[in-house]
């Protein structure tokens, strides 16, 4: 299995533009996890799915943020419109239910 | 007061030391994660364990659930080792994690 995959591995876009960030699990992994990563706050939940249905979405900054799961295969966090202070590496995990987590080799987003 | 507290923030050791970097936790939970992260670098999950012990290779993880308190220990460490230690507890049956603010690592020749 290739792991987790997500993309890009690097985005550097103008404040206002829209950023989409893309995540591949582990197949038949049936958890699916948005986590941000800054220095200030270590890492933090955004976001996570159970079987593509958004379970807790409580740690989504704001509404410029979303995310969807159209299929077990994929998922997208976009951000609309980015700002500066969203600038941060996003990981993407998988897992099955009571299973150790895998990560993505995260996005590194840097917004000027 | 951080629901994950871990210590020390930054260590270094010399080849061959054994290393112990300490976590605590305030909230009940259904198990506790051990994450590597290595300069620039993805994150990589060490152990999951609810109770007990557990070992693979080098480095062994212990949890005492009355105490709510974990240690990772490694033994007979390398500069490979050279990474952030990162203490996570989950709860329900999610993976959904809380997370330490790591232990940076360094071991030197």
């Known amino acids: 299995d290739a792991g987790v995959i997500q993309s890009p591995r690097h985005e550097v876009t103008e404040m206002g533009q829209e950023v989409t960030l893309r995540c591949k699990p582990i197949s038949g992994h049936d958890y699916l996890f948005w986590y941000r990563q800054t220095m200030m706050r270590g890492l933090e939940l955004l976001i996570y799915f159970n079987n593509n249905v958004p379970i807790d979405d409580s740690g989504m900054p704001e509404d410029r943020f979303s995310a969807k799961m159209p299929n077990a295969s994929f998922s997208t966090l976009k951000i609309q419109p980015s700002e500066p202070r969203d600038s941060a590496v996003y990981f993407c995990?998988?897992?099955?239910?009571?299973?150790?987590?895998?990560f993505g080799n995260g996005t590194r987003l840097t917004v000027t | 007061k951080n629901e994950v507290e871990q210590s020390p923030q930054n260590l270094t050791a010399q080849e061959g030391e054994f290393i112990t970097i300490n976590c605590s936790y305030s909230?009940?939970?259904?198990?506790l994660h051990w994450l590597q992260q290595h300069p620039g670098g993805g994150i990589v999950s060490l152990f999951m364990?609810?109770?007990g012990k557990k070992k693979h290779g080098r480095l062994i993880a212990t949890i005492n659930i009355q105490e709510k308190h974990s240690s990772l220990h490694i033994t007979a460490s390398h500069p490979r080792d050279s990474a952030v230690y990162i203490c996570a507890v989950g709860t329900g049956t999610a993976s959904k994690l809380t997370f330490g603010t790591g232990t940076r690592l360094q071991v030197t020749l």
């Open positions: 995990a998988s897992s099955w239910t009571r299973s150790p987590l895998h």
């Open positions: 909230v009940g939970i259904s198990a």
């Open positions: 364990l609810s109770s």
